[in-house]
């Protein structure tokens, strides 16, 4: 279906397919943008070969591998320590990777990575979990952060392989996350509604998911949200 899509004129870029129009022409301001258009028609063009997108895939995976540390987890740059917000969204990229029908992307390096990342933030998490309850903080009581949800939502895309740890902080956690769950925006909402997704609980999940099709407005150009709040993260 995408390569038929891309075999349209308007996917080639408007200056390639009129090109005998602008042999001898001055480039100006409608030019150049149509000389961009042309230049992403091609960065769409990939798309519609599989050869190329797996060299592209194997790079990207390499240059990962590269970057993880010896624990498991991922810096911003090469020479700084494993950083856990990187990590997740690493996490979370190879998670949608892992999850797309038939996939012929996955292989033993990938899956080793995973596991190694997932040990790592399950680490770290654990780590900031029990500083807070040594901080006198109640498990009744921990307070919920977007780094929490961000968490749970990374790891929710490997509960088969990877379930969740049984330590005494993980369904308290949990639990706040579903009372604060209209606190952090409507992306963390949608991360927070998946989870419940993915962790069985379909009640509360198909609830979230009607709360924000309810608030959503739709029209030609799709499905989009207001903006509610002042986060960067919405």
């Known amino acids: 279906l995408l390569q038929s899509v891309l075999k349209d004129s308007s996917f080639t870029g408007r200056l390639r397919y009129n090109s005998e129009q602008f042999e001898d022409a001055e480039i100006g301001p409608w030019e150049s943008d149509m000389l961009q258009q042309d230049d992403q028609a091609r960065h769409v063009n990939i798309y519609a070969h599989e050869d190329e997108l797996k060299l592209i895939f194997e790079s990207a995976l390499q240059s990962l591998q590269t970057m993880q540390s010896s624990e498991g987890g991922f810096p911003w740059f090469s020479s700084m320590p494993a950083n856990s917000y990187i990590t997740r969204h690493i996490l979370v990229m190879l998670g949608m990777i892992d999850k797309l029908e038939d996939s012929q992307s996955k292989s033993r390096d990938m899956s080793y ?11 770290e998490q654990s780590r900031m979990m029990e500083l807070a309850l040594k901080q006198n903080m109640q498990l009744d009581s921990l307070n919920v952060t977007l780094s929490d949800i961000h968490y749970f939502y990374a790891r929710s895309f490997f509960l088969k392989q990877f379930p969740l740890s049984t330590d005494v902080w993980v369904q308290p956690l949990i639990h706040a996350m579903w009372n604060k769950r209209m606190t952090f925006g409507t992306q963390a909402e949608a991360m927070i509604a998946l989870l419940f997704n993915r962790l069985g609980d379909k ?22 949200w207001p903006m509610n709040s002042t986060s960067w993260y919405d």
């Open 113 to 123: 990575m995973i596991g190694r990342a997932i040990q790592w933030l399950d680490d």
């Open 203 to 224: 009640q509360k999940s198909d609830a979230m998911l009607r709360s924000l099709l309810e608030r959503s407005i739709q029209d030609k150009q799709g499905i989009h």
